[in-house]
């Protein structure tokens, strides 16, 4: 099955700086990477998504790249800000509609 | 759009005890709902794949016994979790989505299960 690695674990980040999160998979048929950030206690949110025909997708401060042949994507938030702090979870899918494999979490600390 | 309410949203009860957890699509038909558990400060670990009118795929390692799931409707699939000890204590959280390709799941709020 799929295996997503996810790292760092925890990020210590200054207001202003920018913030990379990086997330490697396993299954060379997953064509769909969402980027999900979840806030203590509440529900995992999307933030942004790619899939596989597309190298780059980029949403204000956050963008997410993504290397097929490396199998890697990562998470790109520049101008961070103390309200970016939070848990970040990377997954990986086939079809975006089948089960999510995600990585295990990154927890983002951004100081004011 | 695609809304995902999920109830309760905190449980605390005493061990032995069965509890339900209910999983619904506010504005839009789920074919397919996701059940997972996340213990804190780690990651969702899929549970089982709900699919609408047909038995769950249980990922290995759940009992399927232990945690009843049923998907009667395009809009709601509940999870029972049976004699209920401390170990189950978790945050429970289901998702879903239409079925289509191209979209993505969407989560509910969890619901935190407190076994005493």
């Known amino acids: 099955g799929e295996n997503v690695e996810q790292h760092p674990s925890t990020l210590s980040v200054q207001e202003g700086d920018s913030a990379v999160i990086k997330c490697t998979y396993s299954?060379?048929?997953?064509?769909?990477f969402p980027w999900y950030k979840q806030e203590l206690g509440k529900r995992p949110q999307l933030i942004i998504d790619?899939?596989?025909?597309?190298g780059e997708k980029k949403d204000q401060r956050i963008a997410v790249t993504l290397n097929k042949t490396a199998k890697h994507f990562s998470l790109h938030i520049t101008e961070t800000q103390p309200e970016d702090s939070a848990v970040y979870f990377c997954?990986?899918?086939?079809?975006?509609?089948?089960?999510?494999?995600f990585g295990k979490g990154t927890m983002l600390l951004v100081s004011p | 759009g695609a809304v995902v309410s999920q109830h309760p949203s905190w449980v605390i009860c005493k061990s032995g005890t069965s509890v339900k957890i209910e999983c619904r699509s506010l504005?839009?038909?789920?074919?397919?709902m996701f059940w997972y558990r996340q213990f804190p400060k780690q990651s969702l670990m899929l549970m089982a794949t709900?699919?609408?009118?047909?038995?769950?795929?249980?990922e290995q390692g759940v009992e399927k016994d232990k945690f009843l799931i049923n998907h009667a409707s395009l809009t709601l699939s509940t999870l029972t979790v049976t004699s209920a000890h401390p170990e189950d204590s978790s945050f429970y959280i289901c998702?879903?989505?239409?079925?289509?390709?191209?979209?993505?799941?969407?989560f509910g709020d969890g619901t935190r299960l407190s076994i005493l």
């Open positions: 709900s699919n609408e009118g047909s038995k769950a795929t249980y």
């Open positions: 997954a990986a899918s086939i079809g975006g509609y089948s089960t999510l494999t």
């Open positions: 998702s879903a989505n239409q079925g289509v390709s191209n979209q993505p799941q969407h």
């Open positions: 504005d839009f038909q789920a074919t397919t």
């Open positions: 790619i899939r596989s025909n597309v």
């Open positions: 299954d060379s048929a997953s064509n769909y």
